[in-house]
């Protein structure tokens, strides 16, 4: 796997706590996942970005440091990535206020499931040697 994008999600997943001490201070940062947005951190929403962009940050640093659960936490991340942008993208069916949008997101998070899928088994004996 390429491990600049493992990086890259632990750079981002740092910014979390500075979101929130923003947050704490009055300001506004716009927080968006799988098509979740919202602008202030304390939200429902925005906890529920925060957390994901945190759980991202923990499986890139397992994935970077070879951890024997970084392959579980990624295909459990992977599901639940997947069953939230479906949600959001099928939300407009039961709230028509709000305009149906294709998650593209759907293209990435596919193929990173069933990438982790394929080397689960791989993963999992080269960790134990």
Not at 26 to 35: D, F, H, I, Q, W
Not at 87 to 111: D, G, H, Q, S
């Amino acid at each position: 796997m390429d491990k600049g994008i493992h990086v890259d999600f632990s750079i981002i997943g740092s910014f979390v706590p500075i979101v929130f001490i923003l947050g704490i201070m009055g300001y506004n940062a716009k927080l968006a996942v799988y098509g979740l947005e919202t602008n202030k951190a304390f939200s429902s929403i925005g906890i529920i970005i925060s957390a994901i962009l945190v759980i991202k940050t923990i499986i890139a640093f397992g994935l970077l440091k070879e951890k024997d659960w970084a392959i579980k936490l990624g295909i459990v991340d992977a599901i639940l990535g997947i069953i939230v942008c479906t949600i959001v993208m099928l939300y407009p069916i039961i709230n028509p206020e709000i305009k149906f949008t294709l998650r593209l997101e759907l293209v990435a998070l596919i193929p990173y499931l069933l990438k982790f899928l394929k080397i689960k088994t791989q993963w999992e004996s080269f960790v134990e040697l």
